[in-house]
C-alpha cells in the first residue's frame, strides 16, 4: 500500500486543521492506519490510529482535541486537529501496518509510510 499525507499548513494556535492520509495500491480497511509526528530535534512520536475494525487509540496530548476518522469510499484516513497549540508543531507522518492493535503506539511496527506534512502553529 502507499500513502499520501496531505494537509498541513501555517495556523495559528486555536484553530482547527485536518490531515488526510489518502492509500492507494490496498485497501485501508486491512490496516491499522497510525498519525505519528516529529518536532524538530525530537524523536518521532505516536499521535493517534485507527485499526482496521474500527479502533481508535490517541497519545494523552491528543486526546479530547484531536479525532482520527476512516471514510472507506475515498480510502482516506482523516486527522482532525483542534484547538491547536504550537506545541503541536511537527511534520505529521502516516503509516500503516497489520500488526496486532496492542502494538499501534510503536513505529517500528509500521511497514509502510507516507511522506510527512508540517503543520506549524504560531502563537
Known amino acids: 500500500v502507499q500513502l499520501q499525507a496531505s494537509g498541513g499548513g501555517l495556523v495559528q494556535a486555536g484553530v482547527s486543521l485536518t490531515l488526510s492520509c489518502a492509500a492507494s495500491?490496498?485497501?485501508?480497511?486491512?490496516?491499522?492506519i497510525g498519525w505519528f509526528r516529529q518536532a524538530p530535534g525530537t524523536e518521532r512520536e505516536f499521535v493517534a490510529a485507527?485499526?482496521?475494525?474500527?479502533?481508535?487509540k490517541y497519545t494523552d496530548s491528543a486526546k479530547g482535541r484531536f479525532t482520527i476518522s476512516r471514510d472507506n469510499a475515498k480510502n482516506t484516513v482523516y486527522l482532525q486537529m483542534n484547538s491547536l497549540k504550537p506545541e503541536d508543531t511537527a511534520v505529521y507522518y502516516c503509516?500503516?501496518?497489520?500488526?496486532?492493535?496492542?502494538?499501534?503506539?510503536?513505529?517500528?511496527?509500521?511497514?509502510?509510510w507516507g511522506q510527512g506534512t508540517q503543520v506549524t502553529v504560531s502563537s
Open positions: 485507527f485499526g482496521w475494525s474500527g479502533n481508535t
Open positions: 503509516a500503516a501496518t497489520t500488526v496486532v492493535w496492542g502494538r499501534a503506539t510503536e513505529e517500528n511496527y509500521y511497514n509502510y
Open positions: 495500491g490496498g485497501s485501508v480497511r486491512r490496516y491499522t
